[in-house]
Nanobody, 127 residues
């Protein structure tokens, strides 16, 4: 079992920056990929970014088009922690952000293919 804990959310003005963190419990050797999703009120949970955690494609990243060039996903193996650096934030980035982990290689874009989830952290961008 892997436990995930997000932190770093908050209120920021448009154009500002935030860095989210996702700390994973021990046994991250059982993780294949970790990702960030977000859910705005009244909308479905959507993919934001992912990073491959183990195997041949370790370190490989993917982003949804709307955040490319503004967000950067990274990880620190020594701390079992994943990060999402969010720059040039827009009001439409406002959502609850969740980190998630896959045990095995699967579709990185679908939330249904992730096995573990954090509790979420609120990000609010004011105009």
């Amino acid at each position: 079992q892997v436990q995930l804990v997000e932190s770093g959310g908050g209120l920021v003005q448009a154009g500002g920056s935030l860095r989210l963190s996702c700390a994973a419990s021990a046994r991250t050797s059982s993780i294949y990929r970790m990702g960030w999703f977000r859910q705005a009120p009244g909308k479905a949970r959507e993919f934001v970014a992912a990073i491959t955690w183990s195997g041949f494609w370790t370190g490989n990243t993917a982003y949804t088009d709307s955040v490319k060039g503004r967000f950067a996903i990274s990880r620190d193996n020594t701390k079992n922690t994943m990060y999402l650096q969010m720059n040039s934030l827009k009001p439409e980035d406002t959502a609850v952000y969740y980190c998630a982990a896959q045990k095995y290689a699967a579709d990185s874009y679908s939330p249904d293919k992730y096995d573990y989830w954090g509790q979420g952290t609120q990000v609010t961008v004011s105009s």
